[in-house]
């Protein structure tokens, strides 16, 4: 079992940039894919990004291609989302979740944190 916390969330102007870090319990880290997914008010969930448990190869949604980088320390037990170029249709909580499955599909996530709200104004 891996209980997941995400920070780094918070106010930022359009065109801005936030990092977010998703801290992870537990020896196991290493066995476990990441994502990261957002969810704005009415909304369905979105899923963001996804990385292995290497870290050697990443999916990201069409939304966030080019803007957003997933990167992982298994050493830290910490996922982070690197977001860029920040849009007011950013604006969601972000949860990051943990899989044991290998490429999991959005609905393969076992462990989810509470989330962290990210709020871009133009």
């Known amino acids: 079992q891996v209980q997941l916390v995400e920070s780094g969330g918070g106010l930022v102007q359009a065109g801005g940039s936030l990092r977010l870090s998703c801290a992870a319990s537990g020896r196991t880290f290493s066995s476990y894919a990441m994502g990261w997914f957002r969810q704005a008010p009415g909304k369905q969930r979105e899923y963001v990004a996804v990385i292995r448990r290497s870290g050697g190869i990443t999916y990201y949604g069409d939304s966030v291609k080019g803007r957003f980088t997933i990167s992982r320390d298994n050493a830290k037990n910490t996922v982070y989302l690197q977001m860029n170029s920040l849009k007011p249709e950013d604006t969601a909580v972000y949860y990051c979740?943990?899989?044991?499955?290998?490429?999991?599909?959005?609905?393969?996530?076992?462990?989810w944190g509470q989330g962290t709200q990210v709020t871009v104004s133009s």
């Open positions: 979740a943990a899989s044991l499955v290998l490429w999991p599909s959005p609905a393969e996530y076992s462990y």
